[in-house]
Every structure is written in structure tokens, then in C-alpha cells.
């Protein structure tokens, strides 16, 4: 079967960027055999919404061809440049189409907003992460499947390095039920070291390494910030990167981190604070963390909106979105063996 989109949840993303986008979030079934069919899934993705969005993005050519390594599997990101910005990709996985995405800023898309606002296109529930990959949680080394240790952190910053961290700061909690602000006393109080590691989904784990770490559901506890028993929360950073994470597990598992090592956090690795969520992939771990949104619904954030998974459970190997689950029956697609 070619590779087909299905169905599209689409919204407008007024968080995850410093520019509101436009994310549609596609099912797609069947496979591709060749890039000339990738890039026709792609269009078949454009067409779906033009017709239902009245998009008027035209591609831009020549289209670019992306292919990223992530752990021992190979994943191909097709990428469709749009006229007037933003892009449309399909993320494949030997030969199976795991993933189709359109990201466009809301005003490269002419009466996107008002379309959305109409029900153009129907709007699907926020995704519920399905467990995918059944693998041996830990290796025969003791890391996770498909991540290996190296002894130094790697410093990822998409929206450049900030020039130094600010002396005086505090967190902005936005909630439906309020505004709190979680103050640097609030947090390190109740921040004690913690031997915690980082696995980021490319493949590398640092630690356990010494984290000044405050649990997050206790500072917004004590902070009265008013949650619901279930949703999201969005974390951003000073300079616009942002990452989702489904709160009952943030609010249990992800911490507040000021320092490092014995010492203060270094800038490069988050100062003044940093969320870190072991559990979850390292791209989950905002760094210069400046605001937290508790959400009702599922929303993307930076490497969300690319195609990475909404939860990111490292035990259960949840990197990119999966949409077919009946892709991981092929036998393209079974795990490798173990070494
Ligand atoms: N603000 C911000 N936080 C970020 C990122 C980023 O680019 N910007 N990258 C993420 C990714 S992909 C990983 S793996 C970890 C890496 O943390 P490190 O730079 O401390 O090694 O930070 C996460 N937090
Ligand atoms: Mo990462």
C-alpha cells in the first residue's frame, strides 16, 4: 500500500513558538519505497488541507532530504519547504511512514484561524500516547535500549546560548485556575542532591551524575498553584524553546534543578534552573526555564512539533510519534537483536 494520510488533528500552537503556528498533525498508513513516494505522501498531506483548510502553500523547491540516526535504528525525515514559510514532513522508519506533520507560522496561512475556528478540519482529541516498542528495558550493559554512556554532556540550545544567567529570577506558572510564581527560595529549599541522569534521544545517557534538584510537584504544591488531576504542562524557556510533558508524570517524576556537581548549574547546562525528567527524554529537560503552562490539552512544543514523541518515555523507547501501530508487525520494523 503507498503511503496515505488518514486524518489530521489541527491547531493553532500559540505556545510552543515566539510566533503562533499552525500544526497539523497527520495519521498516515501504508509504506515508502522510495523518496519519490515520501515525497508524494507529502503531497497527498498538502492536499488533504488545502482542500480542508483552503491552505494556499505551495512547495517550494527542491525539496530537502533529512536523515537523522537516532540510537541504532535509522529514521528518515522527508522535508517539504512551503512557500511562504513553515514545512510539511513525513517521518519514515525503513520503509514505514511513522509520522506526518505541516508546521506553518498562523500568518503564512491565509484564514487559517478562522478555517480552525469553523471546524474546517476535524479536530481530534489530544493524542494519548500508546506504548509502542515492547523491548528489554535495559540493556545487557545496564542502559536503557538503545542508548549508550559517554562521559560528558553535550550541549544542545536551538535558541542559542543565552550571554549569562540573570542574578534575580523566578518561574511563571500560568494554570486555567490562576497565576502562580514559583520564587528562587521556594525552589531551593526544597532542592537536595540527587543522583539523576540524562538520556537524550540520539542515543547518548550522561550519569548519574549529582543534580541540586527540587521535586516539581512539591514546589507547585507549596506554591498553591491550583492543578487538575490530568492534562499537560509546557515548559519554556528564556529564549522560546518549549517542551510538553503529560503532568500526572511531570508533577511525580521531573525536578527543578539549580545546581550541579557540588557547585551552581552552569549556564550551558540551564542556569538559573532547569526542569529535568529523567524518566522522559532529554529534550524534555527545558533548560533556562522561565515559564510553565498547565494545560487541559495536549499541545506541541519545540521537538514535538518535528515529529518527537508526546510523552518520551525512555523506558518504553518513545522517541518519534508513532501512528501505526500495525507498521510494527512488518518485520522491517522488528527491533534488532540483541548484541
Ligand atoms: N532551552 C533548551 N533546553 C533544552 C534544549 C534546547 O535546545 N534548549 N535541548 C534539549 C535536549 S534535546 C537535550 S538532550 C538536553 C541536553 O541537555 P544538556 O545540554 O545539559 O546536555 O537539553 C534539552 N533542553
Ligand atoms: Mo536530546
Given at each position: ?7 489530521c488533528?489541527v491547531y493553532v500552537n500559540?505556545?510552543a513558538e515566539?510566533r503562533p503556528v499552525v500544526v497539523a498533525d ?19 498531506l498538502l492536499?488533504?488541507l488545502s482542500?480542508?483548510l483552503s491552505l494556499r502553500l505551495e512547495p517550494e ?18 522535508i517539504l519547504r512551503l512557500r511562504g514559510g513553515g514545512e510539511a514532513r ?11 506533520a505541516l508546521v506553518a507560522p498562523l500568518d503564512a496561512v491565509p484564514g487559517a484561524r478562522?478555517a480552525l ?183 506541541d512544543?519545540?521537538?514535538?512539533a518535528r ?33
Amino acid at each position: 500500500m503507498p503511503a496515505e494520510v488518514t486524518g489530521c488533528r489541527v491547531y493553532v500552537n500559540t505556545l510552543a513558538e515566539a510566533r503562533p503556528v499552525v500544526v497539523a498533525d497527520c495519521a498516515a498508513a501504508g509504506t515508502v519505497d522510495s523518496r519519490g513516494e515520501a515525497l508524494k505522501a507529502l503531497q497527498g498531506l498538502l492536499g488533504l488541507l488545502s482542500r480542508e483548510l483552503s491552505l494556499r502553500l505551495e512547495p517550494e523547491g527542491p525539496e530537502s532530504y533529512e536523515a537523522e540516526p537516532l540510537a541504532r535504528r535509522r529514521y528518515t525525515v522527508h522535508i517539504l519547504r512551503l512557500r511562504g514559510g513553515g514545512e510539511a514532513r513525513l517521518v519514515e522508519a525503513r520503509g514505514g511512514v511513522l509520522a506526518a506533520a505541516l508546521v506553518a507560522p498562523l500568518d503564512a496561512v491565509p484564514g487559517a484561524r478562522e478555517a480552525l475556528a469553523g471546524g474546517a478540519v476535524e479536530v481530534g482529541e489530544a493524542p494519548r500516547p500508546p506504548v509502542l516498542l515492547r523491548r528489554p528495558i535495559l540493556e545487557p550493559d545496564g542502559e536503557p535500549a538503545g542508548q549508550g554512556r559517554i562521559p560528558r554532556f553535550v550541549t544542545y540550545a536551538v535558541e542559542g546560548l543565552p550571554a549569562r544567567a540573570p542574578r534575580a529570577w523566578e518561574i511563571l506558572v500560568h494554570t486555567p485556575g490562576g497565576r502562580r510564581r514559583l520564587g528562587q527560595e521556594l525552589i531551593e529549599e526544597r532542592a537536595g542532591w540527587r543522583l539523576l541522569y540524562l538520556h537524550c534521544v540520539t542515543g547518548w545517557s550522561v550519569g548519574p551524575r549529582k543534580w541540586l534538584a527540587a521535586p516539581l510537584g512539591e514546589v507547585l504544591r507549596a506554591a498553591r498553584a491550583p492543578l487538575p488531576g490530568d492534562g499537560w504542562l509546557l515548559a519554556r524557556s528564556a529564549g522560546g524553546y518549549s517542551a510538553v510533558l503529560p503532568l500526572p508524570l511531570a508533577l511525580e517524576a521531573a525536578y527543578l534543578a539549580v545546581g550541579l556537581e557540588e557547585g551552581p548549574l552552569p549556564l550551558e547546562r540551564g542556569a538559573p534552573v532547569r526542569l529535568l525528567a529523567p524518566t522522559l527524554y532529554g529534550w524534555k529537560s527545558v533548560k533556562w526555564l522561565r515559564e510553565i503552562h498547565v494545560l487541559e490539552s495536549y499541545v506541541d512544543g519545540y521537538w514535538e512539533a518535528r515529529g518527537y514523541h508526546e510523552r518520551g518515555l525512555v523506558a518504553a523507547e518513545e522517541r518519534f510519534k508513532l501512528r501505526n501501530p500495525g507498521l510494527l508487525e512488518d518485520h522491517a520494523l522488528k527491533p534488532p537483536e540483541p548484541r
